[in-house]
């Protein structure tokens, strides 16, 4: 079946403008993940919603950032007044649920950049 | 809180030799660690991961490691090098009771020299 899809694959903006990232799950996942990837580094962890609630949100780095999955399946990542720090791939990952060892699997990502 | 250490940012071996990814983890309580691998331009794949069951784990590829919580290590093995092994390679642990809010490591560069 498909995968995690992610759109747009790239992204460019410019400093002050909203940006909204797509993330479609796998069918049937119940938990969805949000994380970012800066230059060489390894991803870190941004929101994770569990159906439709976000279930943590301790990784969002300030209130420019918001996320939802309104109907528990597609989820939109929301960043207002970008920054050239905000550039980054952003990597969604869905899971059948939360459940020890259960399986995060990723999308391909999205490239953001700021300019 | 819980982190993980890759010890080698860049690791160099020739095609049909041994693999050693090294990873050192932190963690209030026993975790669950995986190994993932990134190809250029594909998602993150799981490799394998720990779950408090059997110490040595086995994975897709060839690839396997061993838990030792009397070292807090997580190093990935593989007998042999394959050229399709070139990749970046993340650590990573989540805490035991669920695998939300995975903890990545820096990651390490997989090179393979024909």
């Known amino acids: 079946g498909a995968g995690v899809s992610q759109t747009p694959s790239n992204k460019v903006t410019e400093k002050g403008k909203y940006v909204e990232l797509r993330c479609d799950p796998i069918?049937?996942?119940?938990?969805l993940y949000w994380y970012r990837q800066s230059l060489g580094q390894g991803p870190e962890f941004l929101i994770y919603f569990q159906g439709t609630g976000a279930a943590d949100d301790s990784g969002l780095p300030n209130d420019r950032f918001f996320a939802v999955r309104p109907e528990g399946s597609v989820s939109t990542l929301k960043i207002q007044r970008t920054e050239r720090g905000d550039s980054a791939v952003y990597l969604c990952?869905?899971?059948?649920?939360?459940?020890?060892?259960?399986?995060?699997?990723f999308g391909p990502g999205t490239r953001l950049t700021v300019t | 809180a819980q982190s993980v250490t890759q010890l080698d940012s860049h690791v160099s071996v020739s095609e049909g030799t041994p693999v050693l990814l090294r990873c050192n983890y932190s963690s209030s309580y026993s975790p669950s660690l995986f190994w993932y691998v990134q190809h250029p331009n594909k998602g993150l794949q799981l490799l394998l991961k720990?779950?408090?069951?059997?110490?040595l784990v086995k994975g897709i590829n060839g690839f396997e490691a061993e838990f030792k919580k009397s070292e807090t290590s997580f190093h990935l093995t593989k007998p042999s090098a394959h050229m399709s092994d070139a990749a970046e390679y993340f650590c990573v642990v989540s805490l035991p009771f669920g695998n939300e809010k995975l903890t990545f490591g820096t990651g390490t560069r997989l090179t393979i020299i024909p």
């Open positions: 720990y779950t408090s069951a059997a110490t």
């Open positions: 990952a869905s899971s059948l649920t939360t459940g020890d060892g259960d399986e995060q699997y």
């Open positions: 069918s049937g996942h119940t938990a």
